[in-house]
């Protein structure tokens, strides 16, 4: 009996060992903070324009250090305090990279041993002059540059373009969650081009009613896109509101889809900006159902339907937006 006790222990010991051993690191981050000399500091994953954090180290006299396995490539963050915008991170496989972090100005931080990092500092540097694809066409096989098409220009891209720009990336990146995002919004922006009927949507107002996009035709109708933590929206408001009182009464609405993540901001911002349109929202931030149904992937964002619930035109604000609409409603 003892023999087959010991017999099983040889068997199952090396089952046990390999279940404990962990896989080998594929990256590392060396870095330092001055003037912190203890507490946490944590690496976050960036996910649908969130961080979430997926690992941390401690900070010993302003020094830390990263060795783990994760997915990658990817984007990730480092921050000390997971309530604030982190320091952007591109890792690669093997990548084994130095950090100086700034934590009075974080964007004053330095990677350093990092090709894809200084990628996408020069491309911070240079973002008003930068054309997509000819830094595409430089950098190929770079995952910043995919990230700088999905973040910084997929919002104001046309379906081709966005076509177009994808077609020049490395085959070896299509498995990255972007590629999926921009192949996916250029099929979407392609149903919503103006001269396309509108989407119908059904999304609850502040009381928590349900209301019907489709329940709003008959008249020339703004589906204004917006939040309160958006301060280009806040901006836009009074331009609203002005439009809205000048040409209300002549056959003109507006209906606010927020991507408010909390009702009491949303409300709140709604009666210090005065809007007194009805407004709708699902509370779910950047997965909103109608903003994802329309390809919105950066607010203010509009969309402007006649009567018949046909789409007319895309993102006019301002002047723009009132020249446009006085048109409409003369000609009505």
């Known amino acids: 009996m003892k023999t087959i006790s010991r017999i099983a222990l040889i068997l199952i010991l090396p089952a046990l060992l390999s279940c404990s051993h962990k896989p080998e690191a594929n990256f590392e981050i060396t870095g330092k903070i001055p ?12 996910s649908n324009k969130l961080f979430v954090t997926v690992d ?15 997915p990658l490539p990817e984007l990730y963050g480092l ?11 591109f890792l690669d496989k093997n990548d084994k990279i130095t950090v100086d972090i700034d934590t009075a100005d974080i964007s004053k931080s330095v990677i350093g041993n990092s090709v894809e990092n200084d990628i996408y ?8 002059t930068m054309k997509i694809d000819s830094l595409l066409k430089a950098h190929p096989k770079s995952i910043a540059a995919t990230y700088i098409l999905y973040r910084h220009y997929s919002w104001r891209l046309s379906p081709g373009q966005i076509d177009s720009n994808v077609a020049l990336i490395d085959t070896a990146l299509y498995h990255l969650p972007y590629i999926t995002v921009l192949r996916d919004l ?17 999304c609850t107002d502040t009381t928590g009613t349900p209301v019907t996009l489709s329940s709003q035709f008959g008249h020339y109708l703004l589906v204004d896109f917006w939040a309160s933590w958006c301060s280009p929206c806040r901006h836009e408001n009074p331009n609203y509101v002005r439009i809205y009182q000048k040409y209300h009464a002549k056959g003109f609405d507006i209906l606010g889809v927020s991507l408010d993540k909390k009702k009491e901001s949303w409300t709140k911002a ?13 509370l779910a931030f950047w997965n909103s159902a109608p903003a994802k149904l329309y390809g919105v992937r950066a607010i203010p964002s509009n969309v402007l339907i006649d009567p ?6 895309r993102n006019i604000m301002g002047e723009e937006l009132e020249n446009k609409v006085a048109e409409l409603l003369k000609k009505k």
Not at 56 to 70: P, V
Not at 79 to 89: E, G, K, Q
Not at 273 to 280: C, Y
């Open 308 to 313: 018949k619930g046909i789409i007319i035109a």
């Open 121 to 128: 500092a020069y491309f911070s540097k240079n973002e008003e």
């Open 35 to 46: 003037g912190v000399n203890a507490g946490k500091i944590y690496l976050r994953k960036f």
């Open 186 to 202: 250029a099929n979407t922006l392609r149903k919503v081009q103006p001269g396309n009927p509108a989407p119908d949507f059904t």
């Open 56 to 70: 941390s180290a401690t900070i010993q006299d302003g020094s830390f250090h990263f060795a783990s396995n994760l």
């Open 79 to 89: 921050s000390i305090d997971t309530t604030h915008s982190p320091l952007f991170v």
């Open 270 to 282: 709604i009666k210090a900006d005065n809007l007194s349109w009805k407004q709708v929202s699902d």
